[in-house]
Nanobody, 123 residues
Framework: VQLQASGGGLVQAGGSLRLSCAAS????????MGWFRQAPGKEREFVAA????????YYADSVKGRFTISRDNAKNTVYLQMNSLKPEDTAVYYC?????????????????WGQGTLVTVSS
């Protein structure tokens, strides 16, 4: 499984960005997909996750109400719509795939990772 994240960039506080994660290779309908982020000097943290078949979504408290995760199964692509961005959202954002479909919040639950895309929010 290969994951390719894109869509990062520089945006002012209050602005929006949409990240995409295209998956290729051996993708099963039971896979869950997640977004994580890692700011300089900090550990990688959970942002959002979605079950591939059921569409159930989960969010970190810090982004709830501002970020929306969605997926297009026909395109094997997951999106992260980020609105009302804050400087503290600045990080490298990673997409990840969980072959057991749990859509959990822990890094160790995900088996495949993309290369990351940088999001910088200026104040």
């Amino acid at each position: 499984v290969q994951l390719q994240a894109s869509g990062g960039g520089l945006v002012q506080a209050g602005g929006s960005l949409r990240l995409s994660c295209a998956a290729s290779g051996r993708i099963f309908s039971s896979y869950a997909m997640g977004w994580f982020r890692q700011a300089p000097g900090k550990e990688r943290e959970f942002v959002a996750a979605i079950r591939w078949s059921g569409g159930s979504t989960y969010y970190a408290d810090s982004v709830k109400g501002r970020f929306t995760i969605s997926r297009d199964n026909a395109k094997n692509t997951v999106y992260l719509q980020m609105n009302s961005l804050k400087p503290e959202d600045t990080a490298v954002y990673y997409c990840a795939a969980d072959q057991f479909g749990q859509a959990g919040w822990a890094v160790y639950e995900y088996d495949y990772w993309g290369q990351g895309t940088l999001v910088t929010v200026s104040s």
